[in-house]
């Protein structure tokens, strides 16, 4: 690069890192370092008393939840009697009313001496599994109430298992319950989100038993060393990639173990932290560079003025590119539809001739209906090819005259068959009054098509989509409603915007088809409101004039 080009950078950054440096910044920098130091300490102890007060309120709501599910199973087994728990109506009730008390069971069964069901209420088919040699089973038979591990079991994905003894007429019974793994990680994350710790629930083999993040998988070994037993809450310093605080709890008998993991506080924490530094830091930053552009002033308005034309070239020739990109793929587009279109024409045209040469063909009416259809449509595919054309050669707009009912008609015939399908209603409404407009009719096909799509979506099934046509003024109005969930009033002012969706949790939805329908309108001459109520339903109307703009 020449010396004139890289002189003036060069001199400049010389020379305000002279004033920067030697006239206050690395003064500033030193004091400001070493009052964060000294408040590190007081910083790095209140943010252990969070996390170990965090880990303490956790430790408490899991063992209470774990508690209350035992004590229900216990509860259950001692007031009601064997004859009503082998019966599967009483025990899906009992399974109901567990359930609905904060949730937490996936299924319920009632197990005889011999390790079989009595009965199961649940999503999995267990009733013939012999439970009588598992670990579980024995452990309850001899304890009377047992917690598991999270385990594969037969059902072969991680769950945990809760079960509590029931004697009856000198034999032995048990009620097991499946515990939601799900809630109970849910539980366990919620302290994360006070503090921004990784909070989970490790066993005594060191392996998940509850998900934080994808990264924890149920049952995987965690990447820690192991943690000795210990009582209350235990905070410890790790170095490694980054530095952290762990802090673990023991649970109930000591099997589980409660693990959050927290950064330490970085130096966006310490200037948050203390205000009043960081305002110092921030005025001297803000200060300095002032003082550095007193210095630079002339190099400043020299870069500004090369930087201006530079991008004002670049803005022209980026934009001529642009231009003659889209001009160029809508020809393509163009061509490459008006090829099949031919061949469709031409073999709907033989088939024509085939109908002349045998007209007593049984279904000739029906045939010559759909033929009538097929060539309208290829008229209406050869419309959109020729608008596309007129982008990039200017064709002339294909203005006509037009019936609104009979192209509303014909536009919403595509979507009969899935309205039928899904149970939604299309009530006609139309004025005999309605006078003859000149416009395009393809375009409005497309924008009644979009907005009845659109009405359909919303209601999704079992509904009514109202399409109402008059006379209003110098021209047609036209009305679309439906009876779906409505538009929140945050969104209506927003519909009409590119890119913006209503349509939530679908990704095949770009928002750019009210904002196309609106610019639509405008080239018709014509115009387009919503009005919603949630709850209520979603109703566009549209006025088209009688004469379309040239």
């Not at 029906?366 to 008229?379: G, S, V, Y």
Request: net charge neutral; aromatic share 6%.
């Amino acid at each position: 690069m020449p010396e004139r080009d890289v002189s003036p950078y060069a001199r400049l950054r010389r020379q305000m890192l002279v004033v920067l440096v030697l006239f206050g910044l690395l003064p500033l920098s030193i004091a400001s370092v070493a009052g964060l130091l000294a408040n590190r300490a007081e910083l790095d102890a209140r943010s252990r008393n969070v996390l170990e007060a965090m880990v303490k309120n956790r430790k408490v709501t899991v063992e209470l939840f774990l508690e209350e599910k035992l004590r229900q199973l216990e509860l259950a087994a001692a007031m009601l009697p064997v004859a009503e728990l082998s019966r599967r109506a009483a025990l899906e009730g009992l399974f109901n009313e567990l359930a609905r008390e904060r949730g937490g069971i996936v299924d319920l069964g009632f197990i005889g001496n011999d390790g079989r069901h009595i009965a199961y209420i649940g999503p999995y088919h267990l009733e013939q599994h012999d439970y009588h040699k598992e670990q579980w089973f024995t452990q309850v038979m001899v304890r009377g109430r047992y917690e598991s591990d999270v385990f594969l079991g037969f059902r072969r994905f991680p769950h945990m298992v809760m079960a509590v003894r029931k004697h009856e007429g000198g034999k032995a019974f048990v009620l097991r319950a499946t515990i939601d793994t799900d809630l109970l990680s849910t539980l366990v994350r919620e302290g994360g989100l006070e503090t921004g710790a990784d909070v989970y629930i490790l066993n005594r083999a060191g392996e998940y038993q509850t998900r934080y993040s994808d990264a924890h998988r149920l049952m995987e070994k965690a990447a820690l060393t192991p943690i000795p037993t210990h009582s209350g809450v235990r905070v410890v310093e790790v170095s490694g990639a980054r530095n952290e605080y762990v802090a673990t709890a023991w649970l109930r008998t000591d099997a589980w173990v409660l693990v959050a993991v927290q950064p330490m506080p970085g130096l966006g924490a310490l200037l948050s932290t203390h205000p009043s530094v960081t305002l110092v830091l921030v005025l001297g930053w803000v200060l300095l560079p002032l003082l550095s552009v007193l210095v630079a002033r002339h190099r400043l308005r020299q870069i500004r003025e090369l930087e201006g034309e530079r991008a004002a070239l670049y803005e022209s020739v980026a934009q001529t590119q642009k231009m003659a990109a889209i001009g160029r793929l809508a020809a393509s587009v163009a061509h490459e539809i008006n090829n099949p279109l031919a061949v469709i024409h031409a073999q709907a045209g033989a088939l024509e001739d085939a109908l002349v040469d045998g007209p007593d063909f049984p279904l000739a009416g029906e045939l010559r209906d759909r033929l009538c259809k097929i060539a309208a449509q290829i008229d209406r595919g050869r419309k959109v090819t020729h608008r596309l054309l007129g982008f990039s050669r200017r064709v002339g707009p294909d203005v006509e005259p037009v019936d609104v009912a009979v192209a509303l008609d014909e536009a919403v015939s595509f979507v009969e068959k899935e309205a039928e399908a899904s149970r939604i209603r299309i009530v006609r409404e139309y004025a005999k009054d309605a006078p003859i407009v000149h416009s395009s009719v393809s375009q409005m096909q497309q924008v009644f098509l979009n907005l009845v799509n659109n009405a359909m979506d919303a209601i999704g099934r079992d509904g009514e989509v109202r399409l109402r046509v008059a006379s209003e003024g110098e021209g047609v109005r036209v009305h679309i409603d439906d009876n779906g969930p409505g538009i929140p009033a945050q969104d209506l002012e927003r519909v009409f915007e590119p890119f913006f969706s209503t349509k939530r949790g679908s990704s095949g939805h770009g928002g750019l088809g009210l904002a196309i329908c609106k610019e639509t309108m405008r080239n018709l001459g014509g115009r387009i409101d919503v009005r919603s109520e949630v709850g209520k339903g979603t109703e566009y109307t549209l006025w088209f004039p009688r004469q379309a703009p040239e």
